[in-house]
């Protein structure tokens, strides 16, 4: 089974959104387990702005961190309504008191270079400090954002912007080194138990005929040993990067001396304090699809958690046909996870890509899932469905949640926005997918009848908006 993520929509994912998903559709309960249906939440992109993380970001951010903290401190606490897992005798609910990871976030930023990519990723951690957390606690992955096609981001080397500049990427991939913690995946088809992670193979070299045992022999010249991934003789194992190697060619010496510890460097403790995982979203490239496979050797080498791939470019926006072929290339020469993103809206387009490509970690949902929250549960469930039969909870009803959601957002933007126009502004563009998909008749989407939809889109008042969401509700 896939794993879901959700994927980040500026003006729509914000933490309101994201909070009200988790709570009445991102829970899943297979008879057995419970647990959420969507493996991570990604916040719309954290820019630059002014020199500095921008203000109304970094806020959204802090709801999440709020939000998590009052989960773990109040026990008793569980807002859906709708939802009623079993409480034990102390009324002690099985969401209560989960790790911060149950609802997972991943923060996204937008970067143009490593210095932009620096500031946000520092804002975030101080951030955690200042609500109490500790770096690696909550939020212990950042990823990178290099798929956006707006022009304004896009045309400022930024998103997918950034796919012809492969310079500036290596320059961001560095500073990611030099965060990561050790984040070692064997690739596609190495066995687990036999991967050393000590010790890759090098560039086009067969993976069958490596020797995963190659490290330096007790005397041998480190300078001449050719070495991607090896400690340096007495360096310490244990806190060894092995994220940090200089290039082929590069000589060891003037090696960039963020890739090995310093005389007396402590890589230990500043490993420990920027203890951070990173993915990376993206597009086929900005113009040609070219770009994601020139990208390839450099995405391969950085210690990413996974890497998102859209297959479409810049340039398409959000038009034409994905690019089945490109992905193929990209999906067989990626050493990370990948995930698909693009164009889900059916558990029939999930099981198309598990068959399609059977070492895929996972799909990316936005428009699908915004349209029908329920999607990550009737597919897990569809999944369950063989295994358990007797136990799994019975077909979940997507217009419940889809007013769930809705009711959870309306309240919150009540107490942050002032009068009727804002607030109508902001909830309106919620029903724009849904809807859409309730005109396809090929999709699995909650039913909102024309008539309602009309109402919605001509309300002038909250009034007039509210008696037309009676009707469906
Ligand atoms: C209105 C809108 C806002 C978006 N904002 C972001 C964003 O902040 N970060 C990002 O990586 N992608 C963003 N995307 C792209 C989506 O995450 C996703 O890649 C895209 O919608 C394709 O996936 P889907 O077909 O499942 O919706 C946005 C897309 C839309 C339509």
Redesign the pocket.
């Known amino acids: 089974m896939l794993d879901i993520h959700f994927?980040?929509?500026?003006?729509?994912?914000e933490c309101a959104y994201r909070q009200a998903h988790f709570l009445y559709a991102g829970i899943k309960n297979d008879g057995t387990n419970l647990e959420s249906g969507i493996a991570a939440y990604?916040?719309?992109?954290l820019r630059v702005e002014k020199g500095e993380a921008r203000p109304k970001d970094l806020r959204d951010l802090q709801q999440d961190l709020e939000f998590i903290k009052s989960r773990q401190t109040n026990i008793c606490h569980c807002e859906n309504q709708g939802y009623n897992p079993p409480l034990d005798s102390n009324c002690h609910s099985p969401l209560d008191g989960e790790s911060s990871n149950f609802y997972n976030v991943i923060p996204?930023v937008?970067c143009r270079d490593a210095s932009e990519f620096s500031i946000l990723v520092d804002a975030i951690q101080k951030l955690k400090k200042d609500c109490g957390f500790a770096p690696d606690e909550v939020f212990p992955q950042i990823?990178i954002?290099m798929?956006?096609?707006?022009p304004m981001q896009a045309k400022s080397g930024r998103?997918s912007g950034i796919l012809p500049r492969i310079d500036a990427i290596r320059e961001i991939l560095q500073e990611v080194n030099i965060r990561s913690i050790s984040l070692n995946h064997p690739r596609v088809g190495e066995d687990l138990a036999s991967h050393n992670p000590h010790c890759h193979p090098r560039e086009g070299e067969d993976l069958a005929s490596h020797n995963t045992h190659c490290h330096p022999r007790e005397g041998e010249d480190l300078a001449s040993h050719n070495t991607h991934c090896h400690p340096r003789v007495s360096e310490d194992l244990a806190s060894h990067n092995p994220h940090c190697h200089p290039r082929e060619g590069e000589d060891l010496a003037s090696h960039n001396t963020h890739c090995h510890p310093r005389e007396g460097e402590d890589l230990a403790l500043k490993h420990s304090q920027n203890a951070l995982k990173f993915s990376v979203?993206m597009r086929l490239g900005y113009t040609s699809p070219e770009e994601c496979l020139a990208l390839l050797p450099l995405l391969n080498e950085a210690p990413l958690a996974h890497i998102?791939m859209?297959p479409r470019l810049g340039v398409q926006q959000?038009k034409g046909a994905l690019d089945f072929d490109t992905f193929q290339k990209f999906y067989e020469g990626c050493r990370h996870p990948l995930i698909f993103?693009?164009?889900?809206?059916s558990i029939a387009d999930i099981e198309r890509l598990e068959k399609m490509y059977p070492n895929l970690a996972g799909v990316?949902?936005?428009?699908?899932?915004?349209a029908n929250p329920q999607l990550a549960h009737q597919y897990a469930f569809q999944k369950s469905v063989s295994k358990i039969c007797q136990n799994a909870h019975p077909h979940s009803n997507s217009l419940q949640a889809l007013l769930q959601i809705h009711e959870a957002l309306l309240a919150d933007y009540r107490k942050r926005l002032q009068g009727d126009a804002q607030i109508l502004d902001k909830i309106r563009p919620f029903w724009t997918?849904a809807v859409e998909a309730a005109q396809d008749p090929s999709r699995d989407h909650p039913d909102i009848p024309k008539r309602t939809i009309k109402k919605i889109a001509k309300a002038r008042n909250l009034s007039e908006y509210l008696d037309a969401i009676k009707e469906i509700a």
Do not use: E, S
């Open positions: 994927a980040p929509l500026q003006g729509y994912t990604y916040t719309p992109f996204q937008i990823d954002n798929g956006c096609p707006f998103g979203k998102t859209h959000y993103n693009g164009d889900i809206t990316m949902i936005g428009r699908g899932l915004l997918y």
